[in-house]
């Protein structure tokens, strides 16, 4: 007969014989290691963590560790079993770093996170604070030259679509600083269709160059200011060769106006791009239109100047075309060579 006897701590089985005494109680006396839930559920509800603690500690009691003697299976089919640095037969180089015993050896030292790194946060122009400085320092400083050129401005504006009647009229004169503002215009305009065909390349081709993203806008608004100079001058040579001083030097005034004024519509495109992140393709469309009026602009202007009173009013297109479409494709065939010798390769 087998007879249960428990308490609030211990729980054993006594296997009774046929007289009623215990039989091989010592042998047969069984214990077991109860959890810490059970434990506690033997104490009272208001027991203190004091005691809850001193009954975690009489009945349970850590047991000894036995390391498993099973062969290592843990390694590759057709491979020896790995080596435990505890063998002391293998070699030392086995059993110690190159660092060890070194002033180089810190352990202590965090060496780095575990893991494999993610894909890097791609570049773009609203977290880029220098160009947003940049572009708060050139919409600034268009408020300044707005201010202080505001006279010439206006002057140009309200002359341009009229046609020079007194033959005897000059380009309309500017200080040195409203020169100096405007050609900072201009130098605007430059740098604004740089981060355009910069966001262009960074959509449609690349977005991985050789050198920084600050030296490729560098190098496209480079391009476009020569592109603009060299377009200045052929203008020049143009008028001293088929036309009087007068008229070149309306002409001039003019040209340089109208920069400055593409610049000034172009402000808002790159900066609906930058920080509002509307479509590239929606960008390139605005920008297109932006140019294709200020060229229908610049070829009414050359007309009013140059063509109105010769007689020669179909050389215009052949004007236009050397002087306005071919130095644009050779300008867009600049950057896209450019482009090509600056992306990374893969």
């Not at 005691?51 to 009691?61: E, F, L, T, V």
């Not at 060890?100 to 810190?106: A, I, L, R, S």
């Not at 140009?156 to 900072?184: C, V, W, Y």
């Not at 690349?206 to 050198?211: A, K, N, P, W």
Request: glycine content about 6%.
């Amino acid at each position: 007969m087998i007879h249960t006897a428990s308490d609030s701590i211990h729980v054993e089985e006594i296997v009774l014989g046929e007289d009623g005494q215990p039989v091989a109680s010592t042998q047969q006396r069984k214990h077991f290691q109860p959890t810490p839930a059970q434990v506690l559920s033997w104490l009272p509800k208001n027991a203190t963590p004091e005691q809850q603690d001193s009954a975690i500690q009489a009945n349970i009691k850590p047991s000894e560790i036995t390391w498993s003697q099973q062969p290592d299976t843990l390694h590759l089919p057709g491979h020896s079993k790995g080596k435990s640095w505890r063998d002391v037969n293998m070699p030392k180089y086995y059993r110690e770093s190159y660092f060890t015993g070194k002033p180089f050896f810190h352990p202590d030292m965090f060496g780095g996170r575990l893991g494999v790194a993610g894909d890097p946060v791609p570049y773009s122009i609203a977290r880029d604070n220098v160009i947003t400085l940049l572009l708060l320092g050139c919409f600034v400083l268009a408020l300044i030259a707005y201010s202080k050129s505001k006279g010439f401005i206006l002057r140009q504006a309200k002359d341009f679509f009229r046609p020079p009647h007194n033959e005897k009229m000059t380009a309309i004169s500017e200080t040195s600083g409203e020169l100096r503002f405007q050609f900072f215009l201009v130098l605007q305009s430059s740098l604004l269709m740089a981060l355009i065909f910069f966001f262009y390349v960074q959509r449609n081709i690349t977005d991985t160059f050789i050198i920084d993203q600050y030296q490729v806008i560098g190098v496209f608004a480079a391009i476009i200011t020569v592109y603009a100079m060299l377009k200045a001058v052929a203008y020049s040579v143009t008028g001293w060769v088929f036309f009087d001083r007068r008229s070149n030097d309306l002409w001039i005034k003019s040209f340089l106006f109208l920069l400055a004024m593409e610049g000034v519509c172009l402000f808002p495109i790159v900066m609906l791009r930058a920080y509002f992140e509307i479509a590239v393709q929606t960008t390139l469309i605005s920008t297109a239109i932006v140019l294709g009026i200020f060229k229908l602009l610049s070829l009414y202007k050359s007309y009013l100047i140059f063509f109105r009173n010769g007689g020669h009013s179909l050389q215009i297109f052949l004007y236009f075309c050397t002087l306005e479409l071919m130095p644009l494709a050779m300008l867009i065939g600049a950057l896209m060579i450019t482009t090509a010798n600056l992306k990374v390769d893969y």
